[in-house]
Nanobody, 125 residues
Framework: VQLQACGGGLVQAGDSLRLACVAS????????VGWFRQAPGKEREFVVG????????YYGDSAKGRFTISRDSAKNTAYLQMNSLRPEDTAVYYC???????????????????WGQGTLVTVSS
């Protein structure tokens, strides 16, 4: 099983960026998927995720109104669309997948079995 996160880069405040997470060895449509981020010196933070059905989406406080998660089952890929980026969004972004996490635990990274390697997003002011 492998998750490959990509799409990070250097952008300016107010810009948009779309991250992608390509899965191999598992079928995204049967897994809960979450995006997390970790800034230097800080703990890993839940950004947004959805349950196995794909119909229940949960947002972290930092993502509400600006970020959107989606998936393309045909491509076995999940996306994180980030709009109105701010310098405080600078972090390494990780995608993760879980076969067993329940909705109430979606924000907890301990419940995810598979992780991508992370992609760096830097937002300049």
């Amino acid at each position: 099983v492998q998750l490959q996160a990509c799409g990070g880069g250097l952008v300016q405040a107010g810009d948009s960026l779309r991250l992608a997470c390509v899965a191999s060895g598992l079928t995204f449509s049967t897994y809960a998927v979450g995006w997390f981020r970790q800034a230097p010196g800080k703990e890993r933070e839940f950004v947004v995720g959805y349950g196995r059905s794909g119909t229940n989406t949960y947002y972290g406080d930092s993502a509400k109104g600006r970020f959107t998660i989606s998936r393309d089952s045909a491509k076995n890929t999940a996306y994180l669309q980030m709009n109105s980026l701010r310098p405080e969004d600078t972090a390494v972004y990780y995608c993760a997948a879980s076969r067993s996490v329940i909705l109430s635990s979606l924000r907890d990274p301990r419940y995810y079995q598979y992780w991508g390697q992370g992609t760096l997003v830097t937002v300049s002011s």
